[in-house]
């Protein structure tokens, strides 16, 4: 078929019209689809396209070229920015659970060594984040930005030294490169009303918040500042700076950076009502600063009075017992709570004092515990008439999630939670090796209690159960501070 002479076919359609036929597929089937001809491939990055841009990039050599040309077709324009450098497959020498405890534990002082396969990773990371935020500098359409770091384990438990930068950036240009750029990217920003940056070693410091214009900062709506790697008693903002924040509707910040000043600035009648609070509780965090300027419960109370509406969510790492306690304030409106460890335990008096002081808010409960004890798993009703699990699954009637690895849960105490909450208890994931037996249950020949509990908890939620086989296959398992930025993203955009 011919129009004046001229063949008709996919290449001759407008521009417009293949961006609008575009716009209805999916993100790979517009790259299988602009590989037909080169105008297509041209419309392919046409800016409509592409409001969102959400990358996880591997911490590879690899990923440079594609990262390069990718954000060089879109990194002007994009609204929306999210980027995670996940290095997933940690080096020997450099990773793990233990390798991160032991990284707790020792000091400043005594980080262990990195292999060389680290120190190419440290190397990769800083030219991906160079190769991202100079490619958005300029860009002032974007809307939302969120950067989460995750390259190793040992970065989030704050042992990266200067000594080990300074082997992949000897004169620290690339460091101070990377934060020029993004006071750039906030200098420009004209639209900003989202900004997400957690453990990008460095990339955040205590100034760069003033490159945001007071227009930008009194709209802002989502603050999101994490780094563990912050020495000292330095934080990323102060109360000073979180005036100018009058907009903000949801904050993520380090417990420890959240004083009671900042919850009396949060709590004046001219800031609009927070609603969302996400607050990691790090032992690293608490072994370099202090406890003394967190907010009291009169400074809750007045935050609550101003926000009816806010809810918080908690991740404790490594937390001693009597710090939570003195934490978890009685007026908190806790959501939320996510306690994981690798050394220290939590307490039943811990677990009891939730269920007590947040029946009316608790949601989610999540207790994980990767301690190697060849004594077994500690048991939270020792000496208790009660198993504080049980009473809270009775206390916290909006219970939607729990979720244990770790500790001992007796399988007739698993079957009262089932009852306790039925249907309403959506996510009830117990590990298969968390879960143990009266000897009167393993005693009795006419039941398989493994098959006796399956039923029971099954009748008790009325839908199908079953324990957890593999600790991978927990819909909460993942490195904690990966799991915390990724609920925190959820937590917030779900107001």
């Known amino acids: 078929m011919s129009v004046c002479g001229e063949a008709v076919g996919a290449g001759s359609l407008?521009?417009?019209?293949?961006?609008?036929?575009?716009?209805?597929?999916?993100?790979?089937?517009?790259?299988?689809?602009?590989?037909?001809?080169?105008?297509?491939?041209?419309?392919?990055?046409?800016?409509?396209?592409?409001?969102?841009?959400?990358?996880?990039?591997?911490?590879?050599?690899?990923?440079?070229?594609?990262?390069?040309?990718?954000?060089?077709?879109?990194?002007?324009?994009?609204?929306?920015?999210?980027?995670?450098?996940?290095?997933?497959?940690?080096?020997?020498?450099?990773?793990?659970?233990?390798?991160?405890?032991?990284?707790?534990?020792?000091?400043?002082?005594?980080?262990?060594?990195?292999?060389?396969?680290w120190l190419d990773l440290l190397r990769t990371y800083l030219e991906l984040v160079l190769c991202v935020l100079s490619s958005v500098r300029n860009n002032r359409n974007l809307q939302k930005l969120s950067l989460f770091g995750d390259i190793s384990i040992l970065q989030q438990h704050g042992s990266i030294s200067n000594t080990y930068l300074g082997k992949v950036d000897p004169d620290g240009k690339k460091i101070k490169q990377i934060q020029q750029l993004f006071e750039e990217i906030l200098g420009n920003s004209r639209q900003l009303k989202w900004l997400s940056c957690g453990f990008m070693l460095q990339i955040v410091t205590p100034t760069s918040?003033?490159?945001?214009?007071?227009?930008?900062?009194?709209?802002?709506?989502?603050?999101?500042?994490?780094?563990?790697?912050?020495?000292?008693?330095?934080?990323?903002?102060?109360?000073v700076e979180l005036e100018r924040f009058v907009n903000l509707r949801s904050l993520a910040l380090?417990?420890?950076?959240?004083?009671?000043?900042?919850?009396?600035?949060?709590?004046?009648?001219?800031?609009?009502?927070?609603?969302?609070?996400?607050?990691?509780?790090?032992?690293?965090?608490?072994?370099?600063?202090?406890?003394?300027?967190?907010?009291?419960?009169?400074?809750?109370?007045?935050?609550?009075?101003n926000s009816t509406n806010l809810r918080v969510y908690i991740?404790?790492?490594?937390?001693?017992?009597?710090?939570?306690?003195?934490?978890?304030?009685?007026?908190?409106?806790?959501?939320?709570?996510?306690?994981?460890?690798?050394?220290?335990?939590?307490?039943?008096?811990?677990?009891?004092?939730?269920?007590?002081?947040?029946?009316?808010?608790?949601?989610?409960?999540?207790?994980?515990?990767?301690?190697?004890?060849?004594?077994g798993f500690p048991d939270l009703s020792d000496n208790r008439n009660e198993d504080p699990l049980v009473l809270l699954a009775w206390r916290c009637t909006r219970l939607s999630l729990l979720a244990v690895h770790g500790y001992t849960v007796w399988a007739h105490n698993l079957i009262a939670i089932a009852r306790l909450r039925g249907s309403d208890l959506k996510v009830l994931e117990v590990t298969e090796e968390s879960i143990d037996f009266d000897q009167g249950e393993l005693a009795d020949q006419d039941v398989d209690p493994v098959h006796n509990l399956i039923e029971q908890v099954s009748l008790g939620l009325g839908r199908p159960w079953h324990a957890v086989m593999d600790i991978e296959l927990l819909s909460v398992f993942t490195e904690p501070t990966r799991h915390f930025y990724r609920e925190m993203q959820s937590f917030s955009e779900g107001i």
């Not at 841009?53 to 077709?73: G, H, I, Q």
């Not at 690293?284 to 300027?293: E, G, T, W, Y």
């Not at 306690?339 to 994980?368: E, N, P």
């Open 14 to 117: 407008p521009s417009e019209l293949v961006v609008h036929i575009f716009s209805f597929l999916a993100g790979p089937d517009r790259l299988r689809a602009s590989a037909a001809c080169s105008h297509w491939r041209e419309c392919l990055f046409y800016p409509a396209l592409w409001p969102r841009l959400r990358l996880s990039l591997r911490v590879s050599p690899a990923e440079r070229p594609r990262l390069e040309f990718l954000m060089r077709k879109c990194g002007w324009f994009v609204r929306e920015l999210r980027v995670q450098f996940a290095a997933d497959n940690y080096p020997s020498g450099g990773g793990g659970a233990a390798a991160a405890a032991g990284a707790a534990v020792a000091g400043d002082g005594e980080a262990p060594p990195l292999c060389p396969r």
């Open 209 to 239: 918040l003033s490159s945001l214009s007071n227009p930008i900062a009194n709209t802002m709506e989502h603050l999101s500042l994490l780094d563990n790697h912050i020495p000292g008693n330095t934080t990323l903002i102060t109360a």
């Open 254 to 305: 380090d417990f420890c950076d959240f004083t009671a000043e900042m919850a009396r600035v949060l709590a004046d009648s001219n800031h609009v009502p927070l609603h969302r609070l996400s607050l990691l509780v790090h032992s690293v965090s608490i072994m370099h600063k202090s406890l003394d300027s967190m907010p009291e419960d009169e400074n809750w109370k007045a935050l609550t009075r």
């Open 315 to 375: 991740m404790a790492f490594d937390v001693k017992s009597d710090d939570m306690l003195r934490i978890l304030k009685p007026s908190i409106p806790l959501e939320r709570i996510h306690f994981d460890s690798y050394i220290t335990c939590v307490s039943g008096a811990v677990v009891d004092l939730i269920s007590r002081q947040y029946d009316k808010f608790l949601t989610h409960f999540i207790l994980m515990n990767d301690v190697i004890d060849m004594s």
